[in-house]
């Protein structure tokens, strides 16, 4: 008989990707700053990096409340925080190198929202609009089809997280979260569509 409980782990029913999860160990470290409309998606890429990364921790946004812990990990004085942002005048992922402190702990935020979600939650944010912004100048065009209207050059936040490491060589961490990362990507129509992927009948994805 089908099972019909989610796996605790990746959220999926019939296709459970946690066979493909990597378990990597990084010198940087993330925090996925998640918007409210963001914890009950089955699109949601975030999760690929928390399964991942034993250092990443998720936070919960809130207009009124903002998040203490994620305050005080910035607040350390052995940290240096970066925000994955496109301000109006961001550090270019290609100039990271030449500006972070190579004395202090490297933390990147990363907005898990929709592009239009994650610019009111800066512009709604003091704590957000004082952190130093990085913007990632991309590889390669973006492989996430799974939402409407994306904007062409925008990232998942997979696959930010993934552009991140190859910035701070760490490649093979970069290609171990890519490949779980296909994995997903692989079987999600199947997984929303109810049953178990077939490889001759849904292929691969582009």
Request: glycine share 4%.
């Amino acid at each position: 008989m089908a099972t019909t409980v989610p796996c605790t782990t990746c959220g999926f029913i019939h296709n459970c990707i946690c066979e493909h999860q990597p378990h990597l160990q990084s010198h940087v470290e993330f925090a996925l700053l998640y918007h409210e409309n963001e914890l009950s998606k089955l699109t949601n890429t975030g999760r690929l990096i928390l399964n991942s990364l034993p250092k990443a921790q998720s936070y919960l946004w809130q207009r009124k409340v903002p998040p203490k812990a994620l305050i005080d990990k910035i607040n350390q004085e052995n940290t240096e925080t970066w925000l994955l942002f496109p301000s109006h005048s961001p550090t270019l992922s290609s100039k990271y190198c030449e500006y972070k402190n190579p004395n202090k702990k490297q933390l990147f935020i990363l907005l898990d929202a929709t592009w239009q979600e994650a610019k009111k939650m800066v512009n709604k944010s003091s704590w957000l609009k004082d952190l130093p912004c990085l913007e990632i100048q991309a590889t390669g065009d973006s492989c996430y089809h799974l939402r409407r209207n994306q904007s062409q050059g925008n990232l998942c936040t997979c696959e930010a997280g993934i552009e991140v490491l190859d910035m701070v060589k760490e490649p093979e961490n970069a290609q171990a979260l890519f490949h779980y990362y296909e994995q997903f990507l692989t079987v999600f129509q199947a997984e929303r569509s109810g049953h178990e992927y077939q490889p001759s009948a849904l292929g691969s994805p582009k």
